[in-house]
């Protein structure tokens, strides 16, 4: 394999983290988590975090890094997944990245880099975010940065606060240091894909198992050692729908059926953003079937990272 780095990427419930493990064990290697919110503490069910009993043995690496109140850091996240790349190369174990967040995949293996932060600036535009709403600061990234625009939901507003927040300490667009798909390491990228209906029944199936494995439990926990005030945390699926229940905006049953929702628009702009990278081999194989194609891509791909599948 020598020095190869894997990674197994596409939407939410489309089988990811049971092919990282497989492809993991055949080849000697590690899991790398490439879930953002999989790095949080304590956020277990709603996550779909791997028990130990699944994971067969696999050593897994980057879960629960950080406090549920800590806002996610793309930068400091490049900087620990790079330092596993390091360390497995170095014991000559093959690191096997597993996750759908597709900005995490990318600053773990391609050539991205991460302009600084200003508090000032950070704080000015949060707290306009908060009085104004993202729409407003969406059109503002709209008339100094189009492509950012185009590219970023009106609703996340997170992400405009830091677009916004790179132009004006950069001078320069948010998407100038977005730069081509161009990986630093022999990487062979495998995407699994489900077709959508299956994919939506999965999905809801997921919820359900969710909810019957204790995640209400779990939010309830969480917001009690600060959730709720996490910047990042507390917007994540399943999570956001509970607090909003807990805090009397909907019923349980409304917080469950927008969580099947919001989880299906997701995996959407998962597979969206995965099917704009031409180096993704795609494979819809299942079972048995599905691990040994993606054994073969990993084994035999050429280093140039172009697609075998035409």
Avoid: C
């Amino acid at each position: 394999m020598n020095k190869r780095v894997i990674a197994v990427v596409g939407p939410t419930a489309a089988g990811k983290s049971d092919l990282g493990v497989a492809l993991a064990r055949a080849l000697g290697g590690e899991v790398v988590n490439a879930d953002s919110m999989q790095l949080y503490r304590g956020m277990d069910i709603g996550t779909a975090k791997l028990t130990p009993a699944e994971r067969q043995g696999v050593p897994h690496h980057l879960l629960d890094v950080w406090e549920v109140t800590e806002a996610a850091s793309v930068a400091e996240y490049q900087l620990l997944a790079r330092a596993e790349i390091d360390r497995l190369h170095a014991e000559g174990r093959v690191p096997v990245f597993v996750g759908g967040s597709g900005l995490y995949v990318r600053a773990a293996i391609d050539a991205l880099h991460f302009p600084g932060t200003d508090p000032a600036v950070r704080a000015r535009l949060e707290e306009e975010l908060e009085m104004r709403g993202p729409g407003a600061l969406h059109a503002r990234l709209a008339a100094v940065d189009p492509k950012a625009a185009q590219a970023i939901l009106p609703s996340n507003g997170r992400r405009i606060v830091r677009a916004l927040e790179v132009v004006e300490i950069t001078g320069q667009p948010f998407t100038a240091g977005l730069p081509g798909h161009e990986s630093i390491y022999d990487t062979v990228q495998i995407g699994v894909g489900v077709p959508r209906p299956e994919l939506d029944e999965r999905i809801t199936a997921r919820v359900d198992r969710m909810w019957e494995a204790g995640l209400v439990a779990e939010v309830r926990a969480l917001e009690a050692v600060g959730l709720r005030e996490g910047r990042t945390a507390s917007r994540a699926l399943g999570y956001q729908q509970v607090l909003a229940w807990f805090a009397g905006d909907s019923s349980e049953e409304q917080a469950r059926a927008e969580t099947v929702r919001a989880t299906k628009r997701f995996a959407r702009r998962q597979e969206s953003w995965f099917r704009r990278d031409p180096r993704v081999h795609w494979l819809t194989a299942r079972g048995t079937e599905l691990t040994e194609q993606a054994l073969a891509l990993a084994e035999q791909a050429p280093r140039s990272g172009h697609s075998l599948i035409t």
